[in-house]
């Protein structure tokens, strides 16, 4: 009887013991199985923060079209933009101004394909596909009238004579801004001696408008143009050039000139109007 009594005991702490190792051996694959799946999530989000922050989006060119109404906003857009990932993008997002694009042509030059669709925040079937390292012009049609209007109806239409700016969201969470700013136009008169044919010395006026700049890097001034005016109702000349000896005014007579400077934007400036008197 007490064999059998030793041998029950001796079997129990045996069992005992083969269920502490099953029960070690338990808890060591289940933290092995957590490690393994908490480095996994670890580098999954490492390499979704890594593929994050290597996305590069740059605006290589804004080409603006000026309504020929003689109204400051534009008829129509293009802007060019660089993928600078090695892996492709997806553009969830473009804002001009502020205001949301929701329909635009895109025509991606490596191949020139181009092809007409919407943007709109939160719609992943509309999003713009960037390649990798790859460029794409993006246009934008303005007449509120056209059924392909880029914005939605009542939206403002960005303008000549201020500053714009371009936002574009992506799926991976990036924001990337360019502002492009309009030039500051500065106009100036003047005076240079000549000599006329009978030798009496005069000094003729010349429009002077390079005091004139541009802020900010992305943009030059490539434009200078002059609206001469006097008293005479409905009389007025117009020249172009940044240093203009104006031709053909009455001596004498007063003049009123306004310097409007253009960038390569299409942005534009309007000059305080300056007074000269004609040799």
Known sequence: MLRRRANDRGLAEIVGTLMLVLIVVSAAVAFSLFVASYQQQLQASEAATHATALEALHVLAVDTTPNATGSPTFASMSVTVSSGDIDPMWVEALLVDGVPVVNYNATYLAS??????????????????????QQVAITLHLNPLASNFSFLAGEPIPKSNTSLSLDFFTSRGNSFTTVYLPPTALADVTYIQSTTKNGTIVEDPVLDGTHSFQEGTNATIVAWDWNITNSTPGWYKDVSGAEVEPSGLVSGDNYSAVLTVRNSVGLLTVSLPVTFQAA
Do not use: E, K, M, R
């Open 112 to 133: 020139a394909t181009t092809v007409g669709v919407g943007v709109l925040a939160g719609d992943t079937n509309t999003t713009l596909f960037l390649p990798a390292l």
